[in-house]
């Protein structure tokens, strides 16, 4: 090659891809090896600083784990861990135990839908309602005016 690199060969020599041809230019040519060795040492004057930084980042920084976290996270009375591990086993419990009762509704629906005039008044039944039917349960917790004294009823 009698040119210099241009600036794609030169990207693919650095890249690590070029052909022999351009290995052997760069190796023979002063400009183009000159050129290589100006940017190997732009990078690694970068790659020093960037490492320098970091180390000194690191070295300013205090530790990720405090003596004071340990003595907090050591001192947590085992109660509080047996009252976590009952609250997580709680929500897991709850819904395997309350999905026996979904079956139940799925009998009665079959058997909605077997009786025209039983769909149409669970369909009234449904539009009726002035709460949604899982909320019904908790009308009952709510007093009502025949359920309020005059002398001593909810305030």
Same mark, same amino acid.
């Not at 530790?63 to 609250?87: D, E, F, H, Q």
């Given at each position: 090659?009698?040119?210099?690199?241009?600036? /794609?060969?030169?990207?693919?020599?650095?890249?690590?891809?070029?052909? /022999?041809?351009?290995?052997?230019?760069?190796?023979?040519?002063?400009?183009?090896?000159?050129?290589?060795?100006?940017?190997?040492?732009?990078?690694?004057?970068?790659?020093?600083?960037?490492? /320098?930084?970091?180390?000194?980042?690191?070295?300013?920084? +205090?530790?990720?784990? +405090?003596?004071?976290?340990?003595?907090?996270?050591?001192?947590?009375?085992?109660?509080?861990?047996?009252?976590?591990?009952?609250?997580?086993?709680?929500?897991?419990?709850?819904?395997?135990? +309350?999905?026996?009762?979904? &079956?139940? +509704?799925?009998?009665?629906?079959?058997?909605?839908?077997?009786?025209?005039?039983?769909?149409?008044? &669970?369909?009234?039944?449904?539009?009726?309602?002035?709460?949604?039917?899982?909320?019904?349960?908790?009308? &009952?917790?709510?007093?009502?005016?025949?359920?309020?004294?005059?002398?001593?009823?909810?305030?």
């Amino acid at each position: 090659m009698s040119n210099h690199l241009s600036q /794609d060969q030169f990207a693919i020599y650095i890249a690590g891809r070029a052909t /022999d041809a351009e290995k052997r230019h760069v190796a023979e040519c002063a400009a183009c090896g000159a050129e290589f060795d100006r940017f190997r040492n732009a990078v690694s004057s970068f790659r020093s600083v960037i490492r /320098d930084r970091v180390d000194a980042r690191i070295a300013s920084n +205090t530790p990720a784990v +405090t003596p004071s976290l340990m003595r907090r996270t050591a001192g947590i009375p085992k109660w509080r861990w047996a009252l976590a591990a009952a609250v997580a086993l709680a929500f897991i419990l709850i819904p395997l135990l +309350t999905s026996g009762r979904k &079956a139940q +509704t799925v009998v009665k629906s079959v058997a909605i839908e077997a009786d025209p005039d039983a769909l149409m008044r &669970a369909v009234n039944l449904h539009l009726s309602r002035t709460v949604p039917q899982p909320m019904e349960r908790m009308m &009952a917790l709510i007093p009502n005016d025949e359920s309020i004294n005059e002398s001593g009823g909810v305030q």
